[in-house]
């Protein structure tokens, strides 16, 4: 019994400078993890940061590009039918979209949600002035059914999404 007691008066002050040991040790390894993922964030922010501020300047020049008179004067020529008109707005559109996918990696939900409905938009813009033109009519004729939807209809399709991008810009960065 003796020895028990002598035992345990042994081993109890060893096993709770043990498990201080293992307290102080757990800390400091906590404190170095954190302190260690603060670093990594903060080189991940350095590289990841111009990245999404070139994503959101890459949109807001794609919305540029896509605005209805910006395209019209960048693609029209006198010489085109109607009908090929429409279909180099929209190709125009589309290819311009494709180059511009992949920064969505980079941008909040919201703001490609943006950006995807002012396309879209454009695109309807676009595809309704072509259904009010007749089949025989010159692209002159389209681009002006064009500017005239956006006149009467008060239209601006890419304003609000280039409004929001810029507006997440400054809160973000």
């Known amino acids: ?88 707005l929209l190709s125009e559109i589309r290819e311009e979209y494709g180059h511009n996918l992949s920064q969505q990696v980079y941008m909040s939900d919201e703001a490609w949600s943006q950006v995807k409905s002012a396309m879209e938009e454009v695109v309807i813009l676009i595809n309704h002035a072509a259904a009010q033109s007749s089949p025989e009519s010159r692209g002159i004729d389209l681009a002006k059914r064009i500017f005239e939807n956006i006149i009467t209809e008060d239209l601006d399709p890419t304003g609000r999404a280039l409004g929001f991008l810029k507006n997440e810009v400054r809160e973000n960065f």
Do not use: W
Request: aromatic share 8%.
């Open 1 to 88: 019994m003796e020895v028990l007691i002598e035992l345990i008066k042994i081993l109890l002050p060893a096993g709770l400078v043990l498990y201080a040991v293992y307290l102080t040790v757990s800390a400091f390894l906590k404190k170095e993890f954190e302190k260690r993922l603060i670093d990594i964030k903060l080189k991940n922010n350095d590289i990841v940061l111009p990245l999404r501020l070139q994503a959101y300047e890459r949109m807001c020049l794609f919305l540029e590009r896509i605005t209805p008179n910006h395209l019209i004067i960048r693609v029209n020529n006198a010489d085109y039918p109607a009908a090929e008109l429409h279909q180099m």
